[in-house]
Structures are given as structure tokens and as C-alpha cells.
């Protein structure tokens, strides 16, 4: 029987493995285990003849809470008082979607007050023009 190759899976840089598997393998990565923020996935491979490689995969976990926030955006240059508004709400998990609080209101943006003030100025200016045609009996 033919040899297979091997991989050992590492989370950042701890030195115990999260997996020491034989190819061809499907793995699940339990992220909750996790902070959020940046990791890394650290995956050594070798072949049966004792040759190694590696291969890194950054990725960023977002388990917690979403955080939306309106009224300052990153890196910002700000004076004065700042109104901001913060939400936070959780996504559930897998099986059951949490729509409380899911929804984080937002101020209504200017260009929405330019296209209703254009419409009713055309609206205006037509109820004006049609009025003032006389009408032929």
C-alpha cells in the first residue's frame, strides 16, 4: 500500500496542533473558539519521502457582535463635539438568525432631501402652469 502525505494544521503561532491528519482530509475550523481579530492558519505538509512544505493563510474571525457605528469613519479628522451613534448586536448562530437589534438606524442622507425638494418645486411649478391655462368652454 502507498504511503500518504501528512499535514499538521496550526492556529497562529501556537506550538500544539489543532489537527495532525493523513491526505486527502476535509477539516472543520471551530472558530469560536477564537478572539476576534487577525490569525492565521499555519499548514505543514509532508510527503512520504520526508519532504516538508508550508503554506500560511491569514484570515480575520468575526464571531462577536457586529459594531456599526454612524457619525465618524475611520481615521477621521474631527473638532468640536461629535455626534455618534453606536449599535452592537449579535448574529445568533448558525441555526437561528437574531433579527432584534439587527437593524442599526441611520440618519436619512442629504441627497434624499435634494431629490424631494426638486419634486415638489417641479410638482409646484405644474400645479401652477396648469392652472393658469384657461380652459375653452
Known amino acids: 500500500m502507498k504511503e500518504k502525505s501528512s499535514v499538521t494544521i496550526f492556529v497562529d503561532d501556537e ?32 510527503d512520504p519521502s520526508g519532504k516538508e512544505g508550508i503554506r500560511i493563510i491569514p484570515f480575520e474571525v468575526r464571531n462577536g457582535p457586529a459594531i456599526a457605528i454612524e457619525g465618524i469613519k475611520e481615521n ?4 468640536g463635539k461629535v ?13 437561528n438568525f437574531l433579527i432584534i437589534g439587527s437593524e442599526t438606524p441611520q440618519s436619512i442622507p442629504f441627497w434624499i432631501f ?6 415638489v ?3 409646484a411649478y405644474y400645479l401652477i402652469t396648469s392652472a393658469a391655462i384657461p380652459l375653452d368652454k
Open 76 to 79: 477621521a479628522v474631527v473638532d
Open 15 to 46: 506550538l500544539k496542533p489543532v489537527a495532525e491528519l493523513q491526505t486527502p482530509v476535509q477539516f472543520e475550523l471551530d472558530t469560536t473558539r477564537l478572539t476576534d481579530g487577525q490569525h492565521t492558519l499555519r499548514i505543514v505538509s509532508r
Open 83 to 95: 455626534p455618534i451613534m453606536v449599535n452592537a448586536y449579535g448574529k445568533g448562530d448558525q441555526k
Open 114 to 119: 435634494l431629490i424631494l425638494i426638486g419634486f
Open 121 to 123: 418645486a417641479w410638482a
